[in-house]
């Protein structure tokens, strides 16, 4: 059920945690835009549970039927040859049991890595630090059984949903980020932490690898950049649903002033140069290389 495959391109994204040069994700939703971050040079691939939610129809936070989520994670990684780690949001499921059966299915796609988050539905309480722990223990020993590393990417909302004082705030993902680490997560993802000094904090008090988001639609600023992250210590940084939303949002601007204005300016600008748009549709549409 799990290749072997499959168990080395886990093993090799593990390593690229464990590098001097950060891990620089671009979170894809469906085989188009993923095949296209493969061909841009990139070591691996995220998905965005966001982005591929709302492909589907569907608004994020859980409310895509889990079938369909594991479909199209499927789906991505049929067509890509680097290793694909999946947000598997909450871990779709009400109880240990169910997370971790969730988990499995997911895994079985074919996928090395998962994000899997401590709050439901960003509600401002979060899920127990204690009850965080065993999920994480618990899909770890499910992954162990099957044969595989899978690498466990702990996310905690804290600066998400959490009120209080930022120091406060700071103060609770690294005791969170550290109790995570233990029970087995592999790396530790803080979003909506952008400023220089928090990030710098975080990657010196937690004892894991420390992922970054750079998604200002969640109301941040952007972080540093990827040079200053990676000077700092920080791991992995990801775009998270914001490659996404841009999209979205040029088929907008573009809609609009068509039908407003019946002309085609926005249309231009995201087209030119027109040998790069076509290169880029090539490079998301080319054979499979996959043997």
């Given at each position: 059920m799990i290749s072997q495959n499959q168990i080395d391109k886990a093993s090799n994204f593990l390593k690229l945690h464990k590098e001097e040069k950060i891990l620089t994700l671009l979170n894809s939703w469906d085989p188009g835009s993923s095949k296209l971050i493969e061909a841009s040079g990139f070591k691996a691939i995220g998905t965005t549970s966001m982005?591929?939610?709302?492909?589907?129809?569907?608004?994020?936070?859980?409310?895509?039927?889990?079938?369909?989520?594991?479909?199209?994670?499927?789906?991505?990684?049929?067509?890509?040859?680097?290793?694909?780690?999946?947000d598997i949001e909450g871990g779709y499921g009400k109880n240990i049991n169910e997370i971790v059966n969730s988990s499995r299915q997911i895994l079985l796609t074919g996928i090395v890595g998962i994000n899997i988050e401590d709050s439901y539905d960003l509600n401002p309480k979060l899920v127990d630090s204690i009850e965080f722990c065993e999920r994480i223990s618990a899909i770890r020993e499910m992954a162990k059984s099957l044969g595989i590393h899978l690498?466990?990417?702990?996310?905690?909302?804290?600066?998400?949903?959490?009120?209080?004082?930022?120091?406060?705030?700071?103060?609770?993902?690294?005791?969170?980020?550290?109790?995570?680490?233990?029970?087995?997560?592999?790396?530790?993802?803080?979003?909506?932490?952008?400023q220089k000094e928090k990030i710098r904090t975080l990657v010196q008090e937690i004892d894991a690898p420390i992922n970054?988001?750079?998604?200002?639609?969640?109301?941040?600023?952007?972080?540093?950049?990827?040079?200053?992250?990676?000077?700092?210590?920080?791991?992995r940084v990801s775009l998270g649903s914001s490659l996404m939303k841009s999209t979205l949002a040029s088929i907008r601007k573009i809609g609009?002033?068509?039908?407003?204005?019946?002309?085609?300016?926005?249309?231009?600008?995201?087209?030119?140069?027109?040998?790069?748009?076509?290169?880029a549709y090539k490079m998301a549409t080319e054979k499979n290389k996959k043997h």
């Open positions: 982005g591929i939610s709302a492909s589907l129809g569907y608004p994020d936070c859980q409310a895509i039927p889990f079938q369909e989520m594991v479909d199209a994670v499927k789906r991505i990684v049929e067509k890509v040859t680097l290793p694909v780690t999946a690498v466990i990417n702990a996310r905690t909302d804290v600066f998400i949903t959490s009120s209080g004082s930022e120091n406060n705030r700071l103060k609770e993902s690294i005791d969170r980020g550290n109790k995570y680490q233990e029970a087995g997560a592999d790396c530790i993802f803080i979003p909506d932490v952008w970054i988001l750079s998604n200002p639609t969640n109301g941040t600023g952007f972080p540093p950049s990827i040079k200053e992250l990676e000077e700092i210590g920080v791991a609009q002033e068509v039908i407003e204005e019946g002309t085609y300016k926005r249309l231009s600008e995201h087209l030119e140069p027109i040998p790069e748009t076509l290169m």
